[in-house]
């Protein structure tokens, strides 16, 4: 057959089997083989891990995760491509496709069935225009992932990675390390896929936290904080923390609130990290 990261073999590939690229799907297939093995090493795979990828396309990646780990899971939403990785894979025995949208299976019952309930690692090459909402999905929801490795956007690996005071950091940034300790695996250039897309990537892994950075007493609570803080960046946090009526504070109880927790309500959000935020937070909880 050669190599999945070969475009000519992609090419014969596809054209066999009648498939045409969808941008409505935001398909990208790698053709770099050191990717594929930085995104490997990356996700720091075992033969003990269980795997679960999403969006396989013709299965470049699934190939070498199967080589690694102790069960993979291939969640594909096109159903084009399932003759495709049926040739490119065969049967291995602990490799599963299953056909459906990421964003709508009950991921907690693919975990039950597949995975047995136990911990596993998400390894995914992840279409750019819903990057954020499975990030999230993942983040938010019980589930027993110990890391994600994905490959997206490189502005949105930069935000998710980025610190305070800086431009890249925002209500993004607190959510992904509220949950996880990002790592920037390696940079991908557009000149690396087929179909060539028209910005650059980065691999970031985001490792699970055993504990949040702070304590906070209501999450709820804490990101509707974080949001507003960031929904104009160029207001102070006060005026911010106002406009987005929160609750029944007006502008001199939200001032008393960060007086006493020591933070300057002339800053903007941008200067704040996860602990002053869980500060604000768990005070106006205790006033409200």
């Known amino acids: ?22 941008k409505s799907l935001g398909q990208n297939f790698l053709i770099d083989s050191n990717i594929v093995e930085k995104i490997i090493e990356g996700a720091n795979i075992s033969e003990e891990d269980n795997i679960l990828e999403i969006g396989p ?17 291939a969640v594909e939403i096109d159903r084009g491509l399932l003759p495709i990785l049926n040739e490119t894979l065969g049967s291995p025995s602990n490799l599963t ?12 019952r693919l975990v039950k069935d597949y995975f047995e309930g136990q911990d596993f690692k998400v390894v995914a090459n992840l279409p750019y225009y819903i990057t954020t909402p499975i ?4 983040l938010e929801e019980d589930l027993p992932f110990t890391a994600l490795t994905v490959m997206v956007q490189k502005e949105l690996a930069q935000r998710m990675a980025a610190s305070p005071n800086s431009k890249e950091y925002g209500s993004l940034s607190v959510a992904v ?12 250039p557009s000149t690396v896929f087929m ?14 936290l055993d504990h949040s950075p702070a304590e906070v007493k209501d999450e ?34 939200i001032t008393k609130i960060l007086e006493e927790v020591g933070i300057d309500p002339q800053i903007r959000g941008e200067s704040l990290g996860i602990k002053e935020y869980a500060l604000i937070a768990n005070r106006m909880g205790i006033r409200s």
């Open 177 to 188: 390390q509220y949950y996880t300790q990002p790592q920037l695996v390696c940079k991908v």
């Open 220 to 253: 709820k609570l804490f990101f509707s904080i974080v949001r507003a803080a960031f929904a104009k960046r160029r207001k102070t946090l006060l005026n911010n923390l106002v406009a987005e009526n929160l609750g029944d504070w007006d502008k001199a109880e």
């Open 57 to 73: 396309g013709i299965g470049t990646l699934t190939k070498e995760l199967v080589t690694k780990a102790g069960k993979v899971v």
């Open 135 to 138: 990030i999230m999905r993942f």
């Open 1 to 22: 057959m050669g190599s999945l990261t070969s475009p000519k073999v992609i090419k014969n590939i596809i054209e066999r089997h009648g498939f045409k690229f969808s």
């Open 97 to 108: 496709i299953v056909q459906g949208d990421i964003l709508k299976l009950d991921i907690k």
């Open 195 to 208: 179909p060539r897309p028209k910005v650059d990537s980065l691999v970031i892994t985001l490792n699970r």
